[in-house]
């Protein structure tokens, strides 16, 4: 597959494989005299290739011996020893080495036992064959491989996945697995082939050598780790950066006059932004499983529509007070007086009032008589209406008014307690 890993556990590897034999004779030793003049005789060969179904081994109790190692690429190879065929070079021109088609040869039947892909190997590929029995055979191949993937962290995750090489015909007895390069050359090879491919930096390989068991039959494996981490500049660009802006804005919106016409039509068009956001990026989160960055989604779009909901309520309040203000309790008449700064004076009772409501002349220093308000003092009728407080129909407005206001500070600075703790919280669990 192009590239490295994806999150559905696909890769491409080079597979290299040698088999090594033991009790190699003369009198498989190939005639090459004429090949400099006449080209290569197929007949040559003919009792190799009729032999390409059995195991090519001059002892069938000696078992063959593969040595195996991957490159992370776009090339399946697999090389082996095959004791029937060797010449003298020396005898035929310095030929060392000839192209044979593939599908006369004994294939060592290696496979990767977490492959998911059925092979779409081309017809028709051929091996090299060298005049000491090595055969190099060169497999285009795109390999999906089962990996279990903890995408919780994505973009910046981390995936431990393995690679296990066995033979699915024959076992221990027949056959042994090897190592044809130590696990630090696969490892710089895959990296200066991967070093500019895909979303996935190799991090490191590691290997081991386990026995699979199936019934009475032992085959032999080699299993490797293979530690990757994903690149998540693509991700921070077109997932987190656009809505880092996003959020921002909305909290700055709170900044808008509460009493504005323009907060809530745009808080929602905020809020319909961000969905739409959300519907873009989709095919960039991972299908399945609990992200990090989806539960940061989430979040943002709740708080989004918190925000909205609070200026709902601030603007009903005070659209509340204005039309048809409630009796104040005295409570939280208190309350307003006891939060209210020197130079934001409170509207309150007058004075002859205040022993009723057990308030000082201090509270209301600055405030004007009823009548210099140019409000007319509440009737008996009025004042049963308005709880018996004795509060104008305007100091009532302007109390439900500063009682509004002083609640969309209370909720701001609560939302944007919210706000930091959550951003806080998940940026402390990528980092880990």
């Known amino acids: 597959m192009e590239g490295w890993w994806s999150t559905t556990g696909g890769f491409l590897l080079c597979l290299s494989a040698s088999l090594l034999l033991q009790g190699r004779a003369n009198t498989f030793t190939i005639n090459c005299s004429g090949f400099d003049q006449h080209g290569v005789d197929p007949t040559v060969f003919q009792s190799v290739f009729n032999k390409k179904d059995y195991r090519p081994v001059i002892n069938f109790s000696i078992p063959t011996r593969i040595n195996i190692s991957f490159t992370l690429s776009a090339i399946l190879e697999v090389v082996w020893n ?184 745009f808080k929602m068009t905020l809020l319909l932004g961000y969905n739409v956001f959300l519907l873009n990026i989709s095919n960039l989160l991972p299908a399945t499983g609990t992200s990090l960055i989806s539960v940061y989604f989430a979040l943002c779009l709740s708080l989004m529509v918190l925000s909205l909901l609070e200026t709902i309520f601030v603007t009903y309040l005070l659209h509340l007070a204005t039309i048809q203000p409630p009796s104040m309790p005295r409570w939280l008449h208190s309350l307003l007086l006891h939060h209210t700064s020197p130079t934001t004076h409170c509207p309150t009772v007058p004075q002859k009032e205040n022993t009723g409501l057990g308030l000082i002349s201090t509270h209301l220093s600055g405030l004007k008589e009823p009548g210099r308000l140019g409000v007319k003092e509440l009737g008996p009728k009025e004042a049963e209406l308005n709880g018996g407080s004795g509060l104008t129909r305007a100091q009532l407005v302007d109390l439900w008014v500063q009682f509004g206001h002083m609640m969309d500070n209370l909720l701001f600075r609560i939302y944007l307690l919210f706000l930091a703790t959550s951003v806080t919280t998940v940026l402390v669990l990528w980092s880990t």
């Open 82 to 265: 095959h004791p029937f065929i060797s010449w003298d070079p020396e005898e035929c021109s310095d030929i060392k080495k000839l192209a044979i088609t593939a599908e006369n040869l004994w294939l060592p039947d290696i496979f990767i036992v977490e492959s998911m892909d059925v092979d779409h190997t081309p017809d028709g590929l051929s091996a090299y064959v060298s005049n000491d029995g090595r055969v190099v055979y060169n497999k285009p191949m795109r390999v999906t491989s089962i990996c279990n993937l903890d995408i919780f962290y994505f973009p910046f995750d981390q995936q431990n996945c393995t690679l296990t090489f066995s033979s699915f015909l024959y076992t221990e007895e027949s056959m042994l697995l090897g190592m044809d390069k130590e696990v630090w050359e696969i490892m710089d090879d895959s990296c200066d082939h991967g070093r500019t491919q895909g979303e996935w930096e190799l991090l490191g390989i590691n290997k081991a050598n386990p026995k699979m068991s199936v019934g009475t039959s032992l085959f032999d494996q080699i299993m490797f780790y293979v530690a990757i981490r994903r690149r998540p500049t693509l991700y921070i660009i077109n997932l987190l950066v656009p809505s880092s802006f996003l959020v921002p804005i909305d909290a700055l919106s709170f900044y808008l006059p509460a009493e504005s016409d323009n907060r809530a039509p």
